[in-house]
């Protein structure tokens, strides 16, 4: 097949990144933006050995899960994977992606599965569900500042001030620092030079309390106009929003990377507060906290039940950010320790802990794979009754699991945001004295093909 040849595919499938699989002639297509059950005609843009990638130019029959785009650049931002499939084939989607990467890559048998895997929880509305928006900032066509986001497998802006799955007052924030940039010629950053002063802009909005967080992750060490910017966002219409932080974040390097590692202060006390349930949590700029609220809860919710805590037990909490999990747990348990490698979410943490007058946690900073094992060394006569994993998308090291199977939990609650790497994991502890318990899939990012997993295991002797 030459490159930009037509041809006709039928979708059967969507990849792991929601590309539609077609086959023709024993071949593997990907095409963007299509859903399963579409007829399709493609033009060739790429091709390997065993696989092409081809551009969608027609749907000649659509799929009965299609839908029209609510947003007008949800095909050229490579943000929302999903948006032209209806929500209810997204929820099959997901969790279908879960069963089977448990199944195939996991080893866990059928009947397993048909026992203990639960329904996926999805949203009564799957818009406007983000807490938190980063916006890189360019300059269009006309030579005027723009904020946006990436185009799909580029750094190439496409400009949106309002995305549908963010808060809808982060159009007026982003227009208010638009305009002071222009305004006092505030430059962009240019990735090919390394020049110009703003980066991306960060914003935050506690769903609960209804604070909003603003930060500007700039290339340099200092801001001009930072007073100007807070007034500019403090005074006037934009009061209404309750903006109680506003600072900036220095990175100067060439890298991807979007914050740097210091914050100076602006305005306010540096964070803003939200609660989950019960517990009210202080977040700042680089605190990692779950961008869904309503679902975030929903997951803690299922961590605790899974736990099954009866109020004497003792608990490792890893990778904790700012101790959401750990502070929930902490109200049904003896005692829990925490562990997380970012300094200052664990300075965050042991001050939720301290504001919500919870006195039986206690908190570490470090890499998991290393305090886990550095503490059991210490304390080898300590039992540990549960523990709870939240780990980054590439899984458990395997230091942690060799850790966590030497502790012999009675329990072990993993929540996972990639179903392939928790597959792999449950592998491993069910080939080391664990058996998966119950499974729940939960939609934590709608409109793209990213699933939280909550998953319960057990010691086989138990």
């Known amino acids: 097949m030459g490159k930009n040849q037509e041809f006709e595919l039928e979708i059967t499938d969507l990849s792991e990144d929601g590309l539609g699989i077609g086959r023709k002639d024993g071949f593997v297509w990907f095409v963007k933006d299509s859903a399963i059950g579409d007829r399709v005609r493609v033009s060739a843009m790429k091709v390997k050995k065993r696989y092409g ?88 066509k006309e030579g005027r500042l723009t904020a946006g986001f990436y185009a799909g497998r580029t750094h190439a802006v496409i400009a949106c001030e309002d995305c549908l799955l963010g808060a809808s007052e982060n159009a007026l924030l982003l227009r208010t620092i638009l305009d002071w940039a222009e305004r006092y010629g505030i430059e962009a950053y240019h990735e090919e030079s390394g020049t110009g002063l703003l980066r991306h802009v960060l914003l935050r909005k506690g769903f609960r309390s209804g604070e909003q967080m603003v930060c500007l992750v700039v290339n340099s060490r200092s801001l001009p106009h930072s007073k100007e910017l807070v007034t500019a966002l403090t005074s006037g219409k934009i009061a209404s929003l309750s903006v109680r932080s506003v600072s900036y974040s220095i990175h100067t390097g060439r890298d991807n990377v979007i914050m740097g590692r210091e914050l100076v202060n602006l305005y306010g006390p540096g964070y803003i507060e939200d609660s989950i349930g019960q517990v009210r949590f202080r977040v700042s700029p680089l605190s990692f906290y779950q961008v869904n609220p309503v679902q975030t809860e929903r997951i803690y919710a299922t961590v605790l039940e899974f736990a099954a805590l009866s109020g004497r037990e003792t608990v490792w909490d890893m990778y904790c950010g700012i101790g959401t999990i750990s502070l929930f747990l902490s109200q049904k348990a003896g005692k829990v320790y925490g562990v997380e490698i970012v300094p200052e979410a664990v300075r965050d943490a042991r001050e939720n802990a301290e504001r919500n007058g919870i006195t039986n946690t206690e908190f570490f900073a470090g890499a998991a794979e290393e305090v886990l094992p ?89």
Request: with cysteine.
């Open 374 to 462: 550095a503490w059991y060394a210490a304390h080898p006569e300590e039992q540990i009754d549960v523990v709870c994993v939240d780990p980054p998308r590439r899984g458990l090291e395997e230091r942690a699991l060799e850790t966590i199977v030497r502790m012999r939990p009675e329990r072990l609650v993993y929540v996972s945001c990639n179903p392939a790497t928790l597959a792999r994991d449950v592998k491993y502890l069910r080939g080391r004295g664990y058996e998966l318990r119950r499974a729940r899939p939960v939609d934590n990012f709608p409109e793209t093909v990213h699933v939280e997993t909550v998953v319960l295991m057990s010691r086989k002797d138990k």
């Open 53 to 140: 990638f081809a551009r969608l130019r027609s749907v000649l029959r659509p799929s009965r899960d299609r839908v029209e785009s609510p947003c007008p650049i949800s095909r050229r931002c490579g943000g929302c994977q999903l948006m032209e499939m209806s929500y209810a084939a997204q929820l099959r989607f997901k969790q279908d992606k879960v069963y089977r990467d448990l199944l195939r890559i996991g080893g866990v048998e059928e009947d397993v599965l048909k026992r203990t895997f639960e329904d996926i929880v999805g949203m009564e509305s799957p818009i406007r569900y983000r807490n938190k928006a980063q916006f890189p900032i360019s300059v269009n």
